[in-house]
């Protein structure tokens, strides 16, 4: 399946060259994610405890903290994500970029939508903790950072299997 393969006959493969935009959304989005996962770690350390920086609600009687759809949901969001790390020479592949920017900003609104109907649902005598301010606004970054990703505008090139730029001049 060559795509316009070179004299040996390597196969060429479509990809995005990523700006400073993507980089930049890209760290964002895996940041929010470790984010995610880092407070239903610290929930689960302080499960028996209160810890407003952990808890989503309080009151005299309970504390609520994340459940356990926040230790899957990030490390989905983080499969997802088509990582583009912070290398000049980086490529991303097309196939599949749009449709895993598509599945993790899916998964981020999942995630929006549980703890807003996790704290909604709450009577009076609850009061919201800062765990559920740092949650939401780690989901709310965490998706438009994805959405940033987007590949609107992003130079098209072509790779060979070993990811190296054919037939443009390697600028950085």
């Given at each position: 399946m060559s795509l316009g393969g070179s004299a040996?006959?390597?196969?060429?493969?479509?990809?995005?060259?990523?700006d400073r935009r993507v980089r930049i959304a890209s760290d964002v989005a895996a940041f929010c994610a470790v984010g995610l996962l880092i407070g239903v770690l610290g929930s689960a350390v302080t499960w028996?405890?209160?810890?407003?920086?952990?808890?989503?609600?309080?009151?005299?009687?309970?504390?609520?903290?994340?459940g356990t759809g926040y230790l899957f949901g990030p490390i989905a969001i983080l499969i997802a994500l088509p990582l583009v790390f912070s290398r000049r020479r980086q490529v991303a592949l097309q196939r599949w970029y749009r449709a895993r920017l598509l599945i993790a900003a899916v998964f981020w609104i999942c995630g929006g939508v549980v703890l807003v109907d996790k704290v909604s649902g709450l009577d009076d005598s609850f009061t919201l903790q800062p765990g559920a301010y740092i949650a939401a606004a780690l989901i709310v970054v965490g998706f438009l950072a994805t959405l940033a990703m987007w590949p609107r505008g992003l130079r098209e090139v072509e790779v060979d299997h070993a990811g190296r730029v054919q037939g443009a001049p390697a600028t950085g």
């Open positions: 040996e006959g390597t196969s060429l493969r479509k990809a995005y060259r990523p028996w405890d209160r810890s407003p920086l952990f808890d989503l609600a309080e009151s005299s009687l309970q504390a609520i903290k994340l």
